[in-house]
Structure formats: C-alpha cells, structure tokens
C-alpha cells in the first residue's frame, strides 16, 4: 500500500532531490510485529508514473491497516 508523501529521496532509485518532491511511502507488515505497519521505502514522481502507484492519504492508509486489524506507526 502506497501512502501519499513528500519526499526528498526515492529509494527505487537511489536518488536524491534538492528539495522536496510529491511522492510517496510504500507502506508494509513489521517483520517484528506483524499488526505494524510501517513505511519499507520512500518513492519519488517518476516511480509513482511509471508504475501506475495510486497513493491514498495518511487517513485513508490507516482506516485501510485498521480494518485489516492492524494499526500504523510512523
């Protein structure tokens, strides 16, 4: 799950921007605590293009995690 958020860097990538981009974080499981869900790698615009990504916002994310059971730290 990919949640909305300005970025200064694009793991997929290995990029780094000058200032802050519109991007977002993929969200996934805590391998130590498998109700967490926490941010696994920050993306920038041209990741979220060429992918096709549709980030939710930060609500959307955590009501999605909750009725999963789970709940979001970040």
Aim: glycine letters at 6%; one cysteine or more.
């Amino acid at each position: 799950m990919y949640m909305k958020l300005n970025v200064i860097f694009c793991d997929y990538n290995e990029l780094i921007y000058k200032d802050y981009v519109e991007g977002a974080a993929y969200l996934d499981k805590s391998i130590k605590d498998n109700d967490q869900w926490i941010i696994n790698m920050h993306v920038g615009p041209e990741y979220v293009e060429k992918y096709g990504v549709k980030p939710m916002s930060e609500s959307q994310c955590r009501s999605e995690i909750e009725a999963r059971g789970g709940y979001l730290k970040i």
